[in-house]
């Protein structure tokens, strides 16, 4: 965030990424710790309440199907027995359909009973996705406080940095980070100078004019070890020190 100048990143996020460079952390940092834990052990599994409700529908019809046909051959049976037919046969069929009847109430239950569960577990889905959306909303929160926290903590810090950058007044600073009315590109010259970074700074476009036209060196500008400068051919020189 604070490795390349110009950046997109707000000043409050360069001031805080700075103050994280040297150790400083927020007071609320526990509780986002927290809240990420909570937030990485919510699993919520897809729920297919769709085919748990064609499943019910289906056995519902075959059981009026097969209702229909034992009510057709009990009938059928019946008339065989006033005139004194043979009704074996229909007698067969009847319990053969009969114990499809059975069997397909049976399955009925089940389904029924599959789509209570997947109902729950649908509900269990939603509380835990409004949960998550819950948590996150606390995270954003707590995050920009522990930026808040941060940058003003090194706010003097970076008062005192525009003194030394290039393009940087320290006038401009105000009372707060939202208060900067300055340079941006200075603000972030100056956030680098606050922050202590362990990899190489970055300079591309006016931030590497500025920096090469001073008359310091970016390692004593900048207080970083290593400062990596854009050429005009927007590929960067390597050079440890301008």
Same mark, same amino acid.
């Given at each position: 965030m604070i490795g390349q100048v110009p950046t997109d990143a707000g000043l409050r996020r360069q001031l805080a990424a700075a103050a994280r460079s040297r150790g400083q952390t927020?007071?609320?940092?526990? /509780?986002? *710790?927290?809240?990420?834990? /909570? !937030?990485?052990?919510? /699993?919520?599994?897809? %729920?297919? $309440? +769709?085919?748990?409700?064609?499943?019910?529908? /289906?056995? +519902?019809?075959?059981?009026?199907?097969?209702?229909?046909? %034992?009510a057709a $051959?009990?009938?059928?049976?019946?008339?065989?027995?006033? %005139? *004194?037919?043979?009704?074996?046969?229909? !007698? *067969?069929? !009847?319990?053969?359909?009969?114990a499809e009847l059975s069997a397909a109430q049976t399955e009925a239950i089940a389904a029924e009973q599959a789509l209570e569960r997947a109902r729950a577990e649908a509900a269990r889905a939603r509380d835990e996705r409004r949960r998550r959306l819950r948590l996150r909303d606390r995270l954003r929160n707590r995050r920009r406080a522990a930026r808040r926290e941060l940058s003003e903590a090194v706010y003097p810090a970076f008062r005192?940095? $525009?003194?030394? %950058?290039?393009?940087?007044? &320290?006038?401009?600073?105000?009372?707060? &980070?939202?208060?900067?009315?300055? *340079? &941006?590109?200075?603000a972030s010259l100056a956030a680098v100078r606050v922050a202590a970074l362990d990899v190489p700074v970055e300079l591309r476009g006016d931030a590497a004019r500025a920096v090469e036209a001073a008359d310091r060196s970016a390692r004593s500008l900048l207080r970083t070890a290593e400062v990596r400068v854009e050429d005009a051919s927007g590929g960067s020189s390597g050079r440890p020190d301008v």
């Amino acid at each position: 965030m604070i490795g390349q100048v110009p950046t997109d990143a707000g000043l409050r996020r360069q001031l805080a990424a700075a103050a994280r460079s040297r150790g400083q952390t927020a007071s609320v940092a526990a /509780e986002i *710790d927290g809240i990420e834990s /909570e !937030l990485a052990s919510i /699993e919520i599994e897809p %729920v297919d $309440l +769709t085919a748990a409700r064609r499943r019910v529908a /289906e056995t +519902t019809g075959e059981i009026e199907r097969l209702k229909e046909r %034992v009510a057709a $051959l009990r009938g059928d049976a019946r008339a065989r027995r006033a %005139v *004194d037919a043979d009704a074996d046969a229909a !007698l *067969d069929d !009847l319990e053969t359909a009969a114990a499809e009847l059975s069997a397909a109430q049976t399955e009925a239950i089940a389904a029924e009973q599959a789509l209570e569960r997947a109902r729950a577990e649908a509900a269990r889905a939603r509380d835990e996705r409004r949960r998550r959306l819950r948590l996150r909303d606390r995270l954003r929160n707590r995050r920009r406080a522990a930026r808040r926290e941060l940058s003003e903590a090194v706010y003097p810090a970076f008062r005192r940095a $525009l003194a030394a %950058v290039p393009g940087g007044d &320290p006038d401009a600073a105000g009372s707060e &980070p939202d208060a900067y009315d300055g *340079d &941006p590109v200075a603000a972030s010259l100056a956030a680098v100078r606050v922050a202590a970074l362990d990899v190489p700074v970055e300079l591309r476009g006016d931030a590497a004019r500025a920096v090469e036209a001073a008359d310091r060196s970016a390692r004593s500008l900048l207080r970083t070890a290593e400062v990596r400068v854009e050429d005009a051919s927007g590929g960067s020189s390597g050079r440890p020190d301008v």
